[in-house]
């Protein structure tokens, strides 16, 4: 276990690809779940719990949706599980950053609000900072994946990654707002 929790920060660190991962219905499954643990506890963070599930079962959709698309389109589906399991194992781990710094910022903004001269400036941009770049490199990361899967060029998947995000994003709150 400790060799593939280093595959995948190789991963994030740009080292190793998916295919240096195993084809593992198992490991996708491990992936999963930590990628949807994470992100319900994330999401839960702005909306109620079953609302962070829909939220996250739709953001895992598209991801996958997208994922198979392009893989079908290039007749590389034979990668699918390894591509797959790299993009949520790495998803984790960076929902497993945000997950701490989005909590601070949610409290410095609550403590602000009871007590508006107790606003820690400092504190939110430290965090907004250390989120942005965290995201940024999330970036890189499935595009980094989306190289390897597709035998491309860098840039290449750092575009679809950036369209994904876009997407997942504009859909999130497109459907976070019908909840409010």
């Known amino acids: 276990m400790k060799l593939i929790l280093r595959k995948f920060l190789d991963i994030c660190l740009l080292k190793a690809g998916p295919q240096d991962l195993p084809s593992s219905q198992f490991l996708l499954g491990l992936s999963l779940f930590a990628y949807v643990t994470i992100g319900v506890f994330l999401t839960m963070i702005n909306v109620s719990w079953g609302q962070a599930i829909f939220l996250v079962a739709v953001d895992l959709g598209l991801l996958g949706g997208l994922v198979y698309i392009l893989l079908w389109a290039n007749n590389l589906t034979e990668r699918l599980v390894q591509v797959w399991t790299a993009l949520v194992g790495t998803g984790a ?36 900072l250390v989120l942005w770049i965290a995201l940024f490199w999330n970036l890189i990361v499935i595009g980094h994946v989306l190289r390897h899967a597709l035998s491309t060029l860098l840039p290449i998947g750092v575009a679809l990654a950036v369209a994904y ?12 707002k019908l909840f409010s």
């Open 93 to 128: 781990i960076f929902e497993l950053i945000a997950l701490p710094l989005l909590a601070w910022q949610q409290k410095l903004m609550v403590n602000a609000q009871a007590d508006p001269a107790s606003l820690d400036e400092t504190g939110v941009i430290v965090s907004s």
């Open 165 to 176: 995000m876009y997407i997942s994003i504009t859909l999130t709150q497109n459907l976070s």
